[in-house]
């Protein structure tokens, strides 16, 4: 029965892997357990592998080391993914007022350190590991290890200790700001997502359909194409055109407009006053009502799942002129564009294609429309992605009068390349789509391995610590920097700044880089919003918490 021995307690590559299995399910199981209505859901998965570390079941050192990191970067890469094609605007929407909200949490956190160093007298590099636990971030604690050894020659295994215990309540003190912001703010989920869908549904840049009625006399004989030219620089899409004999026909170039026809327009918001002046009054006509004039058009979503057109332009297809049909719009990630021919195409894009039965086949034929490709996983821009990522955070970035370069780690390159790919990939021909489905089993199975080694690490000794070694007031001093900063923070930007709630999830996991955090408010929420906050903010304050952390061993030790 050796054997059984070996593999329960051994330290081979199989009892790494079922060890990992067995802390990932007991995690999540328990995890489901609701205590006041509220669970912790696979942030679980970390207390779990404390209390297998305790007990001396614990993993190859290097095996554990690769399997956290990898399964850090798995999950951020992910996240990068999902929210980088809403990241930009984001930014611009608010991403100002987030990263200064972050900045303040980093700055009140490191502050706190001060303070308690200066009042208890516990030495610096001992309150930097309780800063880097506090706030859940490795690659601080990594940045504090290498100044501190840098500087004296010497390891400091205060760092290592404070990181270890002060972790697991970290977390707990990160989620609970989070709830605590909630109840003190009587947040309503139902109405934060409604007012998240009002500003979706007002975003500048979505598609917005109605009914114009000729009355322009300047336009009476003119053709479509003569109008387009006076609105050259609008979002502009002319569908159809209902005339004032009852005939209706797909708007070309040549359409000519006449007093009291009907048109059907696709634009965006800020355009639709201007294009009214030029053309006549906005009448109440619905899409449907158009539908159903004509038996001889039908109106389809087709999905571009052709590789050869990602990264191409819509009107480099010539679509309407060869098979005369119209694109009114394109759907890409639950939001509608206008279908503007200098519109550049992504695998994934749902085009809502008005014609003939017969010309809306062939155009079927050139884009594709195969669900079973699309479901493809396309490894290539996940496995490309996560070397670029790697390779960026690897980068040394010095700074005048800091003797250690600043990194952005394994988890900061990753994001960011993931952002920028699912943003501009499709320039460099990059395949950038992936199913919902697929996108979140890859962040799942990396924030839970993550979770599992973390929790595996610091489990032994940590008993012993907190029992002898002072760590219990440790652990008060890490909930202090991790909580009080967070609640200030989230109250200014609650009360003051009126941030979304979904959204100000997002924020404070991300100022503390804690992807549990960030693992909660996506389950709590049901949308992607907090990951979208979590991403704009991340960048920023990754680079700030391994800045500070060295400034701290740097300038007190």
Request: glycine share 10%; aromatic share 8%.
């Amino acid at each position: 029965m050796n054997w059984i021995n070996d593999l329960i307690f051994g330290t081979g590559i199989g009892h790494s892997v079922m060890l990992l299995c067995i802390c990932i399910v007991c995690g999540i199981l328990l995890g489901r357990i609701k205590i006041f209505g509220i669970s912790l859901g696979i942030t679980f998965v970390l207390f779990v592998g404390i209390v297998m570390g305790h007990f001396g079941i614990t993993m190859n050192p290097e095996v554990m080391h690769f399997m956290k990191e990898f399964g850090l970067i798995l999950f951020v890469f992910s996240v990068g993914m999902q929210v980088g094609p809403g990241f930009f605007s984001s930014f611009k929407q608010g991403g100002i007022t987030l990263n200064m909200l972050a900045t303040g949490v980093v700055l009140l956190g490191v502050a706190a350190t001060i303070i308690i160093h200066f009042v208890t007298g516990l030495p610096m590099e001992t309150m930097v590991g309780i800063l880097s636990g506090a706030v859940t971030n490795t690659p601080g604690l990594g940045a504090a290890q290498t100044a501190y050894t840098d500087m004296t020659g010497a390891s400091a295994n205060g760092i290592a200790l404070g990181y270890a215990v002060c972790y697991p309540l970290g977390v707990v003190g990160i989620i609970l700001s989070i709830v605590v912001i909630r109840y003190v703010f009587k947040i309503s989920f139902e109405r934060e997502q409604q007012e998240l869908d009002a500003l979706d549904n007002s975003a500048a840049n979505q598609a917005k359909l109605f009914t114009l009625e000729v009355h322009n006399p300047a336009i009476f004989g003119h053709k479509v194409a003569d109008v387009a030219k006076l609105l050259v620089h609008r979002e502009l899409v002319i569908s159809r055109v209902l005339h004032i004999d009852g005939t209706m026909e797909i708007a070309s170039s040549d359409t000519i407009l006449n007093e009291g026809d009907k048109v059907f327009v696709i634009t965006i918001e800020s355009d639709i006053e201007v294009i009214a002046t030029i053309i006549g009054n906005v009448i109440p006509m619905k899409p449907e009502e158009w539908y159903k004039l004509d038996k001889s058009l039908i109106s389809r979503r087709i999905i571009v799942t052709k590789n050869e057109l990602n990264g191409k332009r819509l009107g480099e297809l010539n679509l309407r002129k060869l098979y005369h049909i119209n694109i009114s719009r394109i759907n890409r990630s639950g939001v509608d564009l206008v279908a503007r021919p200098n519109l550049i195409l992504q695998l994934g894009d749902r085009l809502t294609v008005v014609g003939g039965e017969e010309d809306v086949k062939k155009v079927e034929e050139i884009l594709g429309n195969s669900m079973k490709r699309l479901n493809e996983p396309n490894l290539i821009t996940l496995f490309l992605g996560i070397f670029l990522g790697v390779l960026a955070g690897s980068i040394p970035i010095m700074f005048p009068g800091i003797p250690q370069p600043v990194k952005l780690g394994l988890a900061g390159g990753p994001l960011i390349v993931a952002i920028l790919i699912s943003k501009f990939g499709y320039k460099y021909k990059l395949i950038t789509y992936n199913t919902i489905s697929s996108n979140l089993m890859l962040r799942e199975i990396g924030i839970t391995i993550f979770l599992a080694c973390v929790g595996i690490g610091a489990g032994e000794g940590f008993i012993d610590t907190i029992i002898n070694k002072g760590g219990l007031i440790w652990m008060l001093y890490g909930f202090i920097i991790s909580f009080v900063p967070l609640f200030i923070m989230g109250i200014i930007g609650r009360k003051v700044c009126k941030i979304n709630y979904f959204t100000l999830m997002g924020l404070m996991a991300g100022s503390t880089t804690d992807p549990p955090a960030l693992a909660y408010s996506n389950a709590t929420a049901g949308n992607d919003a907090p990951a979208v906050g979590y991403a704009t903010v991340y960048p920023l304050t990754m680079f700030l918490r391994v800045l500070t952390a060295q400034l701290l061993i740097l300038i007190f030790c």
